[in-house]
């Protein structure tokens, strides 16, 4: 039978915008004087209420759910959703103002890296002093202070102060002391974001380790959708202070990218008066066709994509048209350039297809451009940024959680094979 | 673990902050950070430094010789019967455990911003584990004013009386650790929510030094003024403090009295503000 480790209510948390309270002691005091002592209205409560609205920001809002015993919540959303908030009020850092959180168990949250860490100190005392913040007990810090240096790995730096510490070095310090807390629930905002992807790995599988041996309840803000489905059971997926779904976490993730991806994979131009052109070209459609896999799951790097085009030919007679299709990152790299061979054509309606295979590119936003050209030489009519979309990561087995380097991500055949079992002689 | 009984939970969160703040159990439970912020603050503060914490000794022996050549030689306030090096020394010991604490607590919100928003622990600690590290200078400042205090009564034709009195001391202590924290807390609110407030923190206790007898004594002050003076709660713990050490100084059952009872209430009032006010001053600072 398992057991509520959180149960949230109704929790909202209003920020206000622009000036706090009413910006100055004098009239703080004057507010106090009108409506505690002469029990007035609020003479800076702005009445109008639509004033009051655009002043107010609700980072959270009317948000209600449960957190079993020993499950993993992954908590996605764009920035300013609300996540930070909501961990913020879990760990009791700021209060809400409505609503009511409830638990069992103690709590830790590590909400950034190397809190409390003070730079003159040395890695001991740092150790010692960020396991006290965490309101660990000395016993318990020196119980589980081998285990941090290992886990760090930085036994020959333990009496070199941090702030001489190289910052993976301060990170993994940072990072093992909060990993080797036992608190009953762990919070755990954007703690991977930091660090070279070996050490994030690591800490990944340390936080599988604590959430599956030892039953603790996890939760979980993190930017690496490949994180959150990797990690958690169950996600949340917060957009501008309300709950927009919850559900399994691969479910939430899924939604939550097809939602956020910035898209343009269709144009089409019924009047051809309108259409982007000149008196020799007129388009009349560009498509990008995504084969998914599965009709609800988003673009990622396995899914192959079909550019389409179809435009006016306004030429007369018979011109030799060739069209250029030109593939860019957002970071401005011409990923490919594939030209069409000329091709003998007539006034009327032309089109083209070609089709990108899955497990070609890399994850990351795209654009196409295109020109077409007469006689392979003269440009007739050139469209930059015709269409756009973005891929979104996709890793199966492999158990790399950084960045994918490279423009491309091709899925050539490539293995290790045990070629002899001999040790290594000279 | 736990019972599933739904309405028995281990803690809840709610937009009421309560008066009473922390329970005493769960400071206690963070006692260890308090050892450990007061052990990082005497780390840090004479790390890198070619004297260390002979710092501690040399700040006060300074400040004794700059007042003595001031106000001894060149102002030329009396210091009674009591030799000068001794009046000012324990005039300035107590006055910098004061203004230590006091200064040092009233801008904990904003000395530990980042703290505060990162993590949750007690705040209290913060204050106190500040003047348990203002308290560990005060005592080795203190063990330099005794040493002083033997030296003037033994090769010195000055004598005062006996050394008894000088349990009096933690009393004393006692008090003005009190009224430091209390003014501390009660302004380290006001400075988090408006910023104005930290200029008016450092004025004030310039200020109030004057109005404290820790370069005069007491019965140096005209009559018709004295009362101004006897107005500052500090006035009859310094007082009595150079009395019980030095045998000099005027203070009254009454006046101790209404010391105590302001320092009291204060604390008092200080402390539940500060805990009411606290959770919210994050959301500001």
Known sequence: ?426 | MHDSNQSKWDWEITAKSSWWGASPRELWAYRFLLGGLVRSDFLRGYQQTVLGPLWLLLQPIMTTITYLLVFGKMVGISTGTVPPALFYLAGIVLWNLFNDAFTGTSSIFRDNAHLFSKVYFPRLVIPFAQLSSHLISFAIQSLFLLVLLIYYRLFTSWDSHTLFWLLLIPLVVGLVCAQSLALGLLFSVLTGKYRDVKFIVGLGVRLLMFLTPVIYPVQYVTEKWRWLVQLNPLTPLFELFRWAILGQGIVTISQLLYSTSFTLILLLASLLTFNKQGDKIIDVV
């Open chain 1, 1 to 426: 039978m398992s057991t509520v480790a959180i149960q949230v209510e109704s929790l909202s948390k209003r920020y206000r915008l622009g000036t706090i309270g009413t910006g100055s002691l004098r009239q703080d005091v004057q507010r106090w004087w009108t409506t505690a002592i002469r029990k007035k209205e609020d003479p800076f409560f702005l009445a109008d209420s639509a004033t009051q609205q655009k002043q107010a920001l609700w980072a959270l809002q009317d948000i209600s759910f449960e957190v079993q015993q020993g499950e993993v919540l992954g908590i996605v959303g764009n920035n300013g959703a609300g996540k930070s908030t909501l961990l913020k009020i879990i760990s009791r850092i700021v209060r809400p103002t409505q609503g009511t959180v409830r638990g069992r168990g103690r709590i830790n949250s590590l909400l950034e890296v190397g809190t409390g860490f003070q730079p003159d100190l040395t890695g001991r005392d740092n150790i010692l002093l960020s396991g006290y913040i965490l309101g660990m007990s000395k016993a318990e810090v020196r119980a589980k202070f081998d285990e941090i240096v290992a886990f760090a790995g930085i036994e020959r730096f333990l009496d070199t102060p941090v702030k001489r510490y190289s910052s993976g070095m301060y990170v993994r310090l940072a990072f093992a002391v909060a990993a080797h807390l036992e608190p009953d629930i762990l919070i755990l905002d954007e703690v991977l974001a930091v660090g070279d992807s070996e050490f994030q790995k690591k800490c990944l599988g340390k936080i599988r380790e604590v959430s599956h041996h030892t039953g603790r309840t996890i939760l979980f803000v993190s930017h690496s959708m490949q994180a959150i489905t990797n990690l958690c059971d169950k996600g949340m997926w917060l957009h501008q202070g309300k709950i927009k779904k919850i559900g399994t976490a691969s479910a939430v993730v899924n939604e939550y990218l097809v939602s956020a991806q910035r898209i343009q994979l269709k144009q089409k131009w019924d009047d051809a008066t309108l259409a982007p052109g000149n008196e020799r070209i007129r388009l009349k459609l560009v498509e990008l066709v995504p084969h998914l896999l599965t009709p609800d799951s988003p673009v990622d790097v396995r899914t192959p994509l079909t550019f389409k085009i179809e435009f006016w030919n306004l030429l007369p007679g018979e011109t030799s048209l060739s069209m250029g299709l030109h593939l860019y990152t957002y970071s401005g790299e011409c990923v490919f350039d594939r030209p069409t061979p000329d091709s003998l054509c007539n006034q009327g309606l032309i089109k083209a297809e070609c089709t990108i295979p899955g497990d070609f590119l890399n994850d990351g936003a795209y654009y196409f451009s295109f020109v077409i050209t007469r006689d392979t030489s003269v440009d007739l009519f050139r469209y930059e940024e015709c269409l756009s979309f973005e891929l979104e990561d996709f890793r199966g087995d492999y158990n790399y959680y950084g960045k994918w380097l490279g423009v491309v991500r091709p899925n050539f055949p490539f293995k290790l094979i045990q070629a002899g079992v001999e040790s290594f002689a000279s």
